[in-house]
């Protein structure tokens, strides 16, 4: 099977589920596609979106001592969670990054999914995900996280695509290469800084105090009217971005 990386989904954590998935539902015109009762193993409880082909994820812990407890007592309740890829093979992935010093935090298999998490503290920013669904070759083929007939749910009128991740760090360049060794996609140079560019979505790269996944921007059909629906559910308004689960979503025409 040919080599390829395409980002499959991104996951941000939030201290409860609601109002934060409803808000996110109502302010971006998405639809929840799925609830996963898998996560509850890890204490979590969880909602997903699609946007195009992309899944957005909330996650939210239901009991104390959970990963994205500590994830969130860490960060103060700010950043994204995962960046989740698909790709041809994991587990060669997954060794590519051990040989790298990032350790395998968890592998995950429900036939015909099977995914490899890669240690946050050694990814640096956030977890990353490798996993490949069989006959998901297609962006609109199965893909069981976001459950049996996610494709239905996807909505374009509002919301037309998750375009750009950004990411912070102390040294953006760093953090930018450590991510592309990992993913396999070579760090380039973007308007502001270093950027990782993937099929369907970039990576983007930028000054801050800690390794964060900060921000997340979407092409919308009418920036202003997504901006006031914002506001309206008391959403912090920065121009043409707003705060909500912890980053700030960005909206592009």
């Known amino acids: 099977m040919a080599e390829y990386m395409r980002l499959r989904q991104i ?33 979590l409880e969880n909602a997903l979106l699609p946007v195009d082909t992309i899944l957005l994820e909330v996650v939210a812990p239901t009991k104390e001592g959970t990963a994205a407890g500590r994830f969130l007592e860490k960060t103060g309740n700010r950043g994204g969670y995962m960046a989740i890829f698909c790709c041809e093979d994991p587990d060669a992935r997954g060794k590519k990054a051990n040989a790298m010093g990032v350790r395998t935090a968890n592998v995950i298999t429900h036939a015909p999914y099977h995914g490899v998490q890669l240690h946050p503290r050694d990814c640096r920013a956030a977890f990353i995900e490798f996993n490949h669904t069989d006959g998901s070759d297609d962006v609109l083929g199965p893909y069981p996280p976001a459950g049996p007939d996610w494709q239905k749910f996807i909505r374009k009128d509002t919301t037309a695509a998750l375009t750009e991740v950004e990411m912070q760090g102390p040294d953006p360049q760093a953090l930018a290469e450590h991510w592309g060794k990992i993913i396999g996609v070579a760090a380039s140079k973007g308007p502001d800084g270093p950027v990782l560019k993937l099929p369907n979505a970039t990576f983007r790269f930028v000054k801050g105090p800690v390794d964060l996944m900060t921000g997340l921007t979407f092409r ?33 025409a």
């Not at 939030?14 to 204490?43: F, Q, T």
């Not at 202003?224 to 980053?247: H, P, S």
């Open 11 to 43: 996951c941000l954590v939030a201290p409860h589920l609601e109002p934060v998935i409803s808000d996110i539902a109502g302010i971006m015109g998405l639809s929840i596609c799925y609830r996963d009762g898998n996560v509850a193993k890890y204490g």
């Open 220 to 252: 919308v059909a009418d920036v202003a009217k997504v901006r006031e629906a914002a506001r309206a559910k008391g959403c912090k308004i920065d121009g043409d971005a707003f705060d909500l689960c912890g980053v700030k979503f960005r909206l592009a």
